[in-house]
């Protein structure tokens, strides 16, 4: 069955520090994954979304993943984080239904502090 | 503005009571989904609906039932909700296959 992992539940950073939140998925052919981010009180935005081609993704917010088939992993990075990014991060990937892929698989995720 | 919206958006109820939560998206989209959100658990898919009079479960749909009898709306049904069932709904629609997921503010219910 497809799974996702996010193994951070809660990371704390530094305004202007790096950051890379971790996501490995189980799936045996290439899957469509996503990053969704969730503010406090709010929805879910989507930040960056892989299906094929260029293993480096950009998204919005100045984010990026990265897709490693070898470690079936999609980690989420940002090279200098503001305190706007304080939020909870969801990774997802896609369901397979006979080939149709329309719904999501959640990891639990990796809710992000920032210290000023 | 392509949009996904619930109604409402927080209620409190009482075990038992029926309850629906609306949902519409005017994107035209024929995938729809609900998922509720847990802390810790993060977000688990309740039903899905891959187009009008097409519904299936998803991981968590006991105590849930949905229709989709317009393609941009697609309600949530508590027919006698519980307080395990207190929890932060989202509803989602997405184009036909491999499309992104558009989801909608949330529902917050609370079932005393």
């Known amino acids: 069955a497809q799974s996702v992992t996010q193994p951070d539940i809660h990371i704390t950073v530094s305004e202007g520090a790096s950051l890379e939140l971790r996501c490995n998925y189980s799936y045996g052919a290439t899957p469509y994954l996503f990053w969704y981010v969730q503010s406090p009180g709010q929805g879910l935005q989507l930040l960056l979304k892989?299906?094929?081609?260029?293993?480096l993704v950009q998204g919005i917010k100045g984010f990026e993943a990265e897709f490693k088939r070898s470690q079936s992993s999609f980690n989420l990075r940002k090279p200098s984080v503001h305190w706007s990014d304080a939020a909870e991060y969801f990774c997802?990937?896609?369901?397979?239904?006979?080939?149709?892929?329309?719904?999501?698989?959640f990891g639990k995720g990796t809710k992000l502090s920032v210290k000023p | 503005e392509a949009q996904v919206t619930q109604n409402p958006r927080y209620l409190i109820t009482v075990t038992g009571k029926k309850l629906t939560v609306t949902c519409s998206q005017n994107?035209?989209?024929?995938?729809m989904s609900w998922y509720r959100q847990d802390p810790g658990l993060g977000l688990r898919q309740i039903y899905y609906?891959?187009?009008?009079?097409?519904?299936d479960k998803g991981d968590v749909p006991e105590g849930y039932k949905v229709s989709r009898k317009e393609k941009r709306n697609f309600p949530l049904i508590l027919e006698s909700p519980s307080p395990n069932q207190t929890s932060l709904y989202f509803c989602a629609s997405s184009a036909a296959k491999q499309e992104t997921q558009y989801f909608g503010p949330g529902t917050r219910l609370l079932v005393l």
């Open positions: 892989y299906f094929s081609g260029d293993t």
């Open positions: 997802a990937v896609g369901r397979v239904y006979g080939g149709s892929q329309g719904n999501l698989i």
């Open positions: 609906s891959m187009n009008v009079e097409v519904t």
């Open positions: 994107m035209n989209h024929e995938y």
